[in-house]
């Protein structure tokens, strides 16, 4: 199911999503969004929507900012003027997103501005997971440097 804003206040401009966009949306297991020159959600998709717990009407119309971590507000601003600015953005950008229960879940983000439309369309994948295996790797890590220094005997280690 794709969600679309078609209320004045959200448009900007720009002719709407064709209809085989929309089927690619729905069948997208990623999270698809477009949001607008002013940084309001103007569609999403129903991966979207699952992977956040809201409701289309949470979504649509507000300013992405809301959705994004406060902290990590600082990497998206810039790449968010950059795109407008029509230069090319980072291939990846990973940020949190806050979810519909006041939680933050990870997303890796690439987008483009396609000239036409003056859209911005991006396309995210949830990296909760792999956040959590790296978390896991850093204290494991760490554990075993603890153990290093403290083990009373030599202890040869070979990368």
Same mark, same amino acid.
């Given at each position: ?12 401009? !720009?002719? @709407?999503?064709?209809?085989? *966009? #929309? ?7 990623? *999270?698809?969004?477009?949001?607008d ?22 979504i ?7 959705? $994004? #971590? ?18 090319? &953005? &980072?291939?990846?950008?990973? $940020? ?15 987008a483009?501005i396609? @000239? ?7 396309? !995210? #994948?949830?990296?909760?997971? *792999?956040?959590?295996l ?11 440097? *603890?153990?290093?220094?403290?083990? @009373? &005997? ?5 990368d």
């Amino acid at each position: 199911m794709i969600t679309q804003d078609n209320s004045d206040s959200a448009r900007s401009g !720009g002719a @709407p999503i064709e209809p085989a *966009l #929309h089927r690619f949306f729905e069948q997208s297991r990623d *999270l698809v969004c477009v949001v607008d020159s002013r940084g309001l959600a103007r569609y999403t998709n129903q991966a979207a929507l699952e992977a956040l717990g809201y409701r289309e009407a949470d979504i649509l119309g507000k300013p992405f900012s809301y959705f $994004v #971590h406060p902290e990590d507000m600082n990497k998206v601003a810039p790449e968010f003027s950059s795109l407008y600015g029509g230069e090319p &953005a &980072a291939s990846r950008l990973e $940020v949190r997103c806050r979810c519909a229960d006041g939680s933050y879940r990870w997303v890796a983000w690439s987008a483009t501005i396609l @000239p036409d439309d003056n859209l911005l369309y991006a396309i !995210g #994948h949830d990296i909760a997971g *792999l956040k959590e295996l790296e978390k896991a790797l850093v204290g494991s890590k760490e554990q075993l440097q *603890l153990i290093i220094d403290t083990v @009373p &005997a030599f202890v040869f280690y070979k990368d």
